[in-house]
């Protein structure tokens, strides 16, 4: 898992911390039917390269990607099939994100999480480790914010001796 809180703990999170609501509004934003899609739209993708370029160090998305990703999200059904994942996480909660048994993670798992400046954020590992993964998950923090975008050389290495 890439940055990625467990669907236990962040709808938990979620229901009770404003803060992480707060942080993810977007979520809430993306369940209201052609309104996100007309959104995100306008002025040439002006939001979502905005989100790339805000998330990430400088340079690591160039002009020539953003005209693919503007490209891929272009065409007919991608953009609402993007949305549809954080509608559908929502609208029907799996049985995996309520229930703690179905939830725990049974085999070996490698979770890679960026450093963050939100203390919640940094608890998440943490949690993920001691509620839902046990004895499976191998924690391990990154700068600035673990992704394969903002930092592939140490995200491939971690696969490549996770997987050896």
């Known amino acids: 898992m890439l940055s990625v809180p467990h669907p236990r703990i962040f709808i938990k999170n979620l229901i009770i911390n404003p803060a992480q609501l ?3 509004w977007y979520l809430l934003f993306f369940q209201l039917p052609w309104l996100p899609e007309r959104i995100l739209r306008r002025r040439d993708w002006a939001l979502l390269v905005r989100a790339l370029r805000n998330t990430s160090p400088p340079g690591v998305f160039s002009d020539p990607d953003l005209e693919q990703y ?3 999200w272009a065409r007919k059904g991608a953009l609402t099939a993007m949305l549809n994942w954080y509608r559908a996480a929502l609208l029907r ?3 995996f994100a309520l229930d703690p048994e179905a939830s725990r993670v049974k ?3 490698l979770l890679i999480w960026g ?3 939100s203390s919640w954020v940094k608890q998440w590992p943490e949690k993920v480790f001691n509620t839902v993964m046990m004895d499976t998950l191998k924690c391990l923090r990154l700068r600035p914010i673990g992704s394969n975008t903002k930092s592939p050389h140490e995200v491939n290495n971690l696969l490549s001796q996770f997987f050896a």
């Open 115 to 117: 450093k963050t400046t």
């Open 107 to 109: 085999v070996p798992a």
């Open 93 to 95: 909660p799996s049985k």
């Open 70 to 72: 503007k490209e891929s």
């Open 22 to 24: 707060r942080r993810s």
